[in-house]
């Protein structure tokens, strides 16, 4: 008989029909009956729902923070002011099922520029629980990854390889300066 009130205060206990038998019924009080729900609900949600999915927010690889700032990776293996697009790239590339939403900002972020929006949800786990990819169990493995893998894309590579450039045309035509007027 699940679900029929036991007695005792005002109505807010109720008989759970658990691991009690009949002469003995397992008691619940409000508050734990809806921690019963919440877990209830959780356990029945597949871990491919989109909502189940892993979020990754840039302030969690980036390395301009701090931990209180919402830094979750050590600060030697962190990326210098990463984006979302640049975490799902690498993701994407792995093999994940990456969903990025663009205006979803971080909370701890103060910064409301279009640079600091964004956040990627990853799937980790499979319908059986299982790790969708196995060298990637956790969700801190896959920051560590993304992590090592951004600052190997092309777009940062071909941005840091063109400012290089300018700088020696730059100092090339200081010389040249400095040689007609002696």
Known sequence: MPGIPVGGQEGRDFWCGGRGDAARPTVVTAGSAVAAVIMAAAATTSPADKER???IYPAYLNNKKTIAEGRRIPI???VENPTSTEIQDVCAAVGFNVL???NKMYPREWNRDVQY???VR???KQDDGNP???QFPTRKSVMLYAAETIPKLKTRTQKMGGSEQSLQQGEGGKK???K???
């Open 122 to 124: 990853i799937q980790l």
């Open 117 to 119: 929006r964004g956040r």
């Open 176 to 178: 040249g300066k400095g």
């Open 132 to 134: 969708c990819l196995p």
């Open 76 to 78: 030697d293996k962190a």
């Open 53 to 55: 999915f892993i979020c």
């Open 180 to 182: 007609k007027k002696k």
């Open 100 to 102: 990025v939403e663009k």
